[in-house]
């Protein structure tokens, strides 16, 4: 399977468009070494394809789109490598991209669970919306473990995990989570066997979850914070990294420590970086930590082969 990531940024993308973090406003100023970034987002397609199934729909997807030639095939007077959507949650970061695809001629497949579909009809009304343009064609994500595939893209199969995090500000059930809030992805090769764990957004790493991260050849997951109270020192929020569902990389019990138990060969990528993680910065103390871990971060353009 070919995995491009699209963005590889948390919501806000970096630099983020109101903040002047050393982070931000280093990067705009070209003081810093280190890589802007759009938000999180990847497309995978098999080996032998060009369609391909868009995991998330940042707001930056049309930028996405342009800047990525995998994305437009270009066969006929309209078309796109998008063969279907899957949603890991119903975050702005990771569905409001859906209105950029309204242009489709047709109903635009879309895969997600039923707490999700119910935030993106009610509290953030998108699915509604686009009943007015291309529509949407739902399938349900179910979190039994039974596997699902994606029409026009054969040979890659998924499943979905629950996973502790949090769901959208709008959601009813920011504060009492249901299972499906948010999901991690196993995606599988059925030709090669090879499989990614792709889990944006990841507060807590479960029995279940870990044993999957264990399969898996690469694991791109949660990079939003590197400390919990990242934000807080900052001055830019009240809210702590796993109070928002984000698992932070370094002390204790962080995700530099679980990674640490995964196979040596294990691709081990983190995705979804807030602006303010010092790991941004290239030349960081954390980013050599990460470095002398075998992670690495996920960038925008980057092709990942598990
Ligand atoms: C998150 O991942 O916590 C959210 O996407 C934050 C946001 O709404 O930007
Ligand atoms: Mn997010
Ligand atoms: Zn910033």
Request: with cysteine; proline share 7%; aromatic share 6%.
């Given at each position: 399977?070919?995995?491009?990531v699209l963005g590889s940024a948390?919501?806000?993308g970096f630099?983020?468009?109101?903040?002047?973090?050393?982070?931000?406003?280093?990067?705009?100023?070209?003081?810093?070494?280190?890589?802007m970034r759009t938000q999180s987002s990847?497309?995978?397609?098999?080996?032998?394809?060009?369609?391909?199934?868009?995991?998330?729909?940042s707001p930056d997807i049309l930028e996405q789109?342009?800047s990525?030639?995998?994305?437009?095939?270009?066969?006929?007077?309209?078309?796109?490598?998008?063969?279907?959507?899957?949603?890991?949650?119903?975050?702005?970061d990771?569905?409001?991209g859906?209105?950029?695809?309204?242009?489709?001629?047709?109903?635009?497949?879309?895969?997600?669970?039923?707490?999700?579909?119910?935030?993106?009809?009610?509290?953030?009304?998108?699915?509604?919306?686009?009943?007015?343009?291309?529509?949407?064609?739902?399938?349900?994500?179910?979190?039994?473990?039974?596997?699902?595939?994606?029409?026009?893209?054969?040979?890659?199969?998924?499943?979905?995990?629950?996973?502790?995090?949090?769901?959208?500000?709008?959601?009813?059930?920011?504060?009492?989570?249901?299972?499906?809030?948010?999901?991690?992805?196993?995606?599988?090769?059925?030709?090669?066997?090879?499989?990614?764990?792709?889990?944006?957004?990841?507060?807590?790493?479960?029995?279940?979850?870990?044993?999957?991260?264990?399969?898996?050849?690469?694991?791109?997951?949660?990079?939003?914070?590197?400390?919990?109270?990242?934000?807080?020192?900052?001055?830019?929020?009240?809210?702590?990294?796993?109070?928002?569902?984000?698992?932070?990389?370094?002390?204790?019990?962080?995700?530099?420590?679980?990674?640490?138990?995964?196979?040596?060969?294990?691709?081990?990528?983190?995705?979804?970086?807030?602006?303010?993680?010092?790991?941004?910065?290239?030349?960081?103390?954390?980013?050599?930590?990460?470095?002398?871990?075998?992670?690495?971060?996920?960038?925008d353009g980057?092709?990942?082969?598990?």
């Open positions: 399977m070919r995995i491009t948390a919501g806000g630099p983020q468009w109101n903040c002047n973090c050393a982070n931000c406003a280093g990067v705009r100023a070209g003081t810093l070494r280190a890589k990847i497309f995978v397609r098999p080996d032998d394809g060009t369609d391909g199934v868009l995991f998330n729909a789109i342009r990525s030639p995998v994305m437009q095939p270009g066969r006929h007077l309209r078309d796109s490598a998008i063969a279907g959507v899957v949603l890991m949650d119903g975050q702005i990771h569905a409001t859906l209105f950029m695809l309204r242009e489709r001629n047709s109903k635009l497949p879309l895969w997600c669970t039923d707490p999700v579909a119910e935030d993106l009809t009610q509290g953030n009304p998108v699915l509604r919306v686009l009943t007015h343009f291309c529509g949407v064609d739902r399938h349900p994500i179910t979190l039994d473990g039974t596997s699902f595939e994606v029409p026009g893209v054969s040979g890659l199969s998924f499943r979905a995990l629950p996973l502790s995090s949090k769901a959208a500000p709008y959601s009813p059930h920011r504060d009492n989570p249901v299972p499906g809030d948010n999901i991690g992805i196993v995606i599988t090769d059925q030709r090669s066997g090879r499989s990614a764990f792709y889990a944006p957004g990841l507060g807590e790493i479960s029995t279940p979850v870990f044993d999957e991260m264990m399969r898996a050849d690469a694991v791109l997951v949660d990079g939003t914070f590197w400390t919990d109270d990242e934000m807080l020192a900052l001055g830019i929020s009240k809210k702590r990294a796993r109070e928002i569902g984000h698992l932070p990389q370094s002390g204790e019990g962080g995700m530099i420590d679980w990674m640490a138990k995964l196979p040596p060969k294990t691709r081990r990528l983190l995705i979804h970086i807030n602006n303010t993680n010092p790991i941004l910065d290239e030349d960081s103390t954390q980013r050599a930590e990460l470095t002398r871990a075998g992670i690495e971060l996920c960038e980057m092709l990942i082969q598990p």
